[in-house]
T-cell receptor, first 115, second 113 residues
Framework: AQSVAQPEDQVNVAEGNPLTVKCTYS??????LFWYVQYPNRGLQFLLK??????LVKGSYGFEAEFNKSQTSFHLKKPSALVSDSALYFC?????????????FGTGTLLAVQP | EAQVTQNPRYLITVTGKKLTVTCSQN?????MSWYRQDPGLGLRQIYY???????DKGDVPEGYKVSRKEKRNFPLILESPSPNQTSLYFC????????????FGEGSRLTVL
């Protein structure tokens, strides 16, 4: 079965420190990978995606993610966390060769950045 | 401004009372979809539409209906809501082609008593 796992329900980090939000996936074939952020009472906002090419993808708000095919992972990173980064983060995958634009989402990771 | 607009944002209703959540996008996207978000489960797809008059079931379609009579609109219909449909609902749209990201509405929080 195709799936996405976000092993941490919550990640706590101090402002100014680097942050990592983990994501692993299980799909057939090469995946298309996405990260979204959800602020309280808001919809999901697109952060970045991996389609092909360079394994390090840069996105909005200073975030980046590293695609690792051998570990089937797509971890979200930021060198220096801000309090305003506190939000719910979702990893999602679209299986390569899929007939629709469907995304399979992880269960989300709550990022809490302490001042 | 490019956006996906959902209404209502918040709704409390009772079991069995039909309701419709509207969704409209102004980006001329062919693809539209509905998801529900529940704690610990992430987002799950309810229905999707590849284009006008083309709709199909997602992973959790039971108890829901949709229609796509116009390109910009994709309403979600709950004919006889039940308490297990209490959830946060999101409409999303995208361009054709599977490399594109989804654009989401602000969400509709539905409570069924």
């Amino acid at each position: 079965a195709q799936s996405v796992a976000q092993p941490e329900d919550q990640v706590n980090v101090a402002e100014g420190n680097p942050l990592t939000v983990k994501c692993t996936y299980s799909v057939s074939g090469n995946p298309y990978l996405f990260w979204y952020v959800q602020y309280p009472n808001r919809g999901l906002q697109f952060l970045l995606k991996y389609i092909t090419g360079d394994n390090l993808v840069k996105g909005s708000y200073g975030f980046e993610a590293e695609f690792n095919k051998s570990q089937t992972s797509f971890h979200l990173k930021k060198p220096s966390a801000l309090v305003s980064d506190s939000a719910l983060y979702f990893c999602a995958v679209r299986p390569y060769g899929g007939a629709t634009n469907k995304l399979i989402f992880g269960t989300g990771t709550l990022l809490a950045v302490q001042p | 401004e490019a956006q996906v607009t959902q209404n209502p944002r918040y709704l409390i209703t009772v079991t069995g009372k039909k309701l419709t959540v509207t969704c409209s996008q102004n980006m001329n996207h062919e693809y539209m979809s509905w998801y529900r978000q529940d704690p610990g489960l992430g987002l799950r797809q309810i229905y999707y539409s590849m284009n006008v008059e083309v709709t199909d079931k997602g992973d959790v379609p039971e108890g829901y209906k949709v229609s796509r009579k116009e390109k910009r609109n994709f309403p979600l219909i709950l004919e006889s809501p039940s308490p297990n449909q209490t959830s946060l609902y999101f409409c999303a749209s995208s361009l054709p082609g599977i490399t594109g990201e989804l654009f989401f509405g602000e969400g509709s929080r539905l409570t069924v008593l």
